[in-house]
Every structure is written in structure tokens, then in C-alpha cells.
């Protein structure tokens, strides 16, 4: 059974930190390309970040350069979102993704995603 689980979630203030961590099991991920995307209430589901296996490809959407950062544990099968001076209009629900691209690319839109975690909350105060 594949899975994709995310952990990390939680409540934080304003310029506070949060990691999460998203666990992928149940086959062979490392032609997939993982993500991660968000979603706030009332929204569409946002695309954030991107990473190859082998960590050499990333990409982040622009509101989030600079204070988030992808990374993967091959050993472990993790892939991680380091979440750092979180505004509250980082509020939303975060979901790991695996996508299977036969392009070059790491960006990836959601409908291209092949599997999603049930995904975690993320709450910012200001």
C-alpha cells in the first residue's frame, strides 16, 4: 500500500519555525519527484516546493524563497519542509506529494500528482 504521511504540523507564531516531514512507503520513489503544497480555506491548493531525489533539482514558489527549505533522507525515505519567519498568511493545510515526471522539470502542478498524505495543519498567529 503506498503511502505518503506527513508529520510536523502545529501552531506557531508569527516569525517562528516549524518543520514538517513527510514519510513515503509502500514502493519505489526515486524516479518520482516530491513536493509539497498547500492549501488555505476557501483556496485553491498552492503549489510550495519541489525536490528530486537526489536533492540536485529544487524549486520553491516565489512567496516562499528565502524561508522554506526542501530537502529528502534517501536512507529514510523522508522528505522535509524547514518552515522559518512564518507569516500567517502561511496558514494552511499542507499536503506531501510524489509526481512522476518524464521532463526534466520539478515544478509540478497538483493534478499531475500521482500520490498525496492526508495532509497536516499549519496555523500562524500573528
Known amino acids: 500500500q503506498v503511502q505518503l504521511v506527513e508529520s510536523g504540523g502545529g501552531l506557531a507564531q508569527a516569525g517562528g519555525s516549524l518543520r514538517l516531514s513527510c514519510v513515503a512507503s509502500?514502493?519505489?520513489?526515486?524516479?518520482?519527484?516530491m513536493g509539497w503544497f498547500r492549501q488555505a480555506p476557501g483556496k485553491e491548493r498552492e503549489f510550495v516546493a519541489a525536490i528530486t531525489w537526489s536533492g540536485g533539482s529544487l524549486y520553491y514558489e516565489d512567496s516562499v524563497k528565502g524561508r522554506f527549505t526542501i530537502s529528502v533522507d534517501n536512507a529514510k525515505n523522508m522528505v522535509y519542509l524547514q518552515m522559518n519567519s512564518l507569516k500567517p498568511e502561511d496558514t494552511a493545510v499542507y499536503y506531501c506529494?510524489?509526481?512522476?515526471?518524464?521532463?526534466?522539470?520539478?515544478?509540478?502542478?497538483?493534478?499531475?500528482?500521482?500520490?498525496w498524505g492526508q495532509g497536516t495543519q499549519v496555523t500562524v498567529s500573528s
Open positions: 509502500g514502493r519505489t520513489f526515486s524516479a518520482y519527484t
Open positions: 506529494a510524489a509526481a512522476l515526471l518524464h521532463t526534466g522539470r520539478v515544478l509540478f502542478l497538483h493534478s499531475e500528482a500521482n500520490y
